[in-house]
């Protein structure tokens, strides 16, 4: 244990779910999503974990379950994938609503229709208004690392989280990763114990989820989004408590590119005043890396979004003053307007970045995302027209 | 988290029901034979049986906060004793 073993990406997962060690799992299957909860349900029969596993005859039976084991001051755990996401919908507002610190592994594929099982992010998006922390992985070491500080965040915050990685880019691939014992966890994340008098309990009968009139609906649902707010800081510090404990244990040293920054919500990799940045989610940006290292000599940076919500504006910003070209690589799209992160972006940069900011949309429904697709990327965006474009070759 | 969104039963603070009722149930108590079937049926769980000073026996006391006027207790009331009367607003 706590060495390097070489994994499947859901296997990998499924193990650190397993040291993390919830009460209830509760979860059905879905391509890309399945190996992860059959793992799960094999350690369970084969008595190498102690958590109750629950079947469930759908998605929002399963979503509902999870919820309701969670209103009973319980560590819960669930994952799932497109279509299941979608007909989780109403618990999943439910859930954040009600306030549950809930972690929720979503492996991304694509929407119906047409049905396709390949990656894309379509799926996340959603449901990124619904009040939960998204965090999105780029390989197999960070996924294991972001379900371990999802549990913390969501259960000091009160905020549920879903890990995003990117169905059978990383689900079904093999990587090294280091899978950390129960013992380590535990100096990191303590045994989960409930505020008195917000569970159910039946010494202590309450109401979770009451009906609330107009006098204090939108008071809550500010402070939903105040804490949602706030918790960017918490996302940092946790992120950086993390590493404190962490690499000292397995001996992980820093990264070598001086210029890099590093912290919970996003990562930026390549020289400092960059002229061309490109901002993209998920497995894509080893591709990306790779590309910009063999084929560019000038100047281009790499910024990567760890947390989509709560949206991390001010050390976005940061990143991105000195850029004259932003490139945002979006494997999602709001139909009829342009890519979510693009949107996104473009909102927050209006009147304090005067960048050229064009968005690609790339590898929806699991199409390659090619070194020469990047490569025509940095072409396209030193361009002067700037409107959406699809990039599939 | 500074709103507590978890509440205890029976302790809404804004939202009386009561308003809702169209016909308001009226109890007469000389009538009443103490059984507490009225108590046990209300489906808003706003009849209690209380001991009053000038009767021997408990009799039904109705919180009209949340009666809704469904007239389930003078349907079944043995004694007939429940009469439901239109309520002027």
Known sequence: MNKPQILEGSRAIALIIKNIAPAVISAYPITPQTHIVEDLAKFKADSQADYEYIRAESEFAAASIILG???????????????????????????????????????????????????????????????????????????VDQHIIAYKLAEQLKLPVIVNVDGFIMTHSYEPVI??????????????????????????????????????????????????????????????????????????TKLKNKNSIESGLLEYYGPKNASTILIAM????????????????????????????????????????????????????SLGHMGCLASDIKAICTGKISAKIQNFIVGLGGKDITSNIIKKIIIEVRKKDDKTKFIGK | MKINIAVKPCSTIVNKTGGWRTFKPNFSYDKCISCGLCSRICPEGCIVMKNLKQYEKLKPITDYNYCKGCGLCAEECPAKAVIMEKEEK
């Open chain 1, 282 to 333: 998920g497995s894509v940006i080893g591709t990306i890396k790779d590309t910009v290292d063999n084929n560019f000599k000038e100047k281009i940076g790499i910024l990567k979004i760890k947390c989509f919500r709560p949206f991390p504006e001010k050390e976005i910003l940061q990143v991105l003053k000195s850029a004259k070209y932003i490139a945002v690589l979006d494997k999602s799209i």
């Open chain 1, 179 to 252: 899978i950390y014992d129960t013992k380590l966890i535990k100096k990191y994340l303590p045994d989960y114990k409930p505020t008195t008098g917000q569970y159910l309990d039946p010494e202590n009968p309450i109401t979770l989820g009451a009906l609330v009139t107009p006098t204090n609906y939108m008071e809550i649902r500010q402070e939903l989004h105040n804490d949602l707010i706030a918790s960017l800081e918490v996302i940092n510090k946790e992120y950086k408590n993390f590493k404190k404990i962490f690499n000292p244990a397995l001996k992980i």
């Open chain 1, 69 to 143: 084991a969670s209103a009973t001051g319980v560590r819960v755990y669930s994952a799932t994938s497109s279509q299941g996401l979608l007909l989780m919908t109403e618990v999943i507002y439910n859930i954040a609503g009600m306030r549950l610190p809930i972690v929720m592994t979503c492996a991304n594929r694509a929407v119906s229709a047409p049905i396709n099982i390949w990656n894309d992010q379509q799926d996340v998006m959603t449901i990124r208004d619904a009040g939960w922390i998204l965090l999105f992985a780029e390989n197999h070491q960070e996924a």
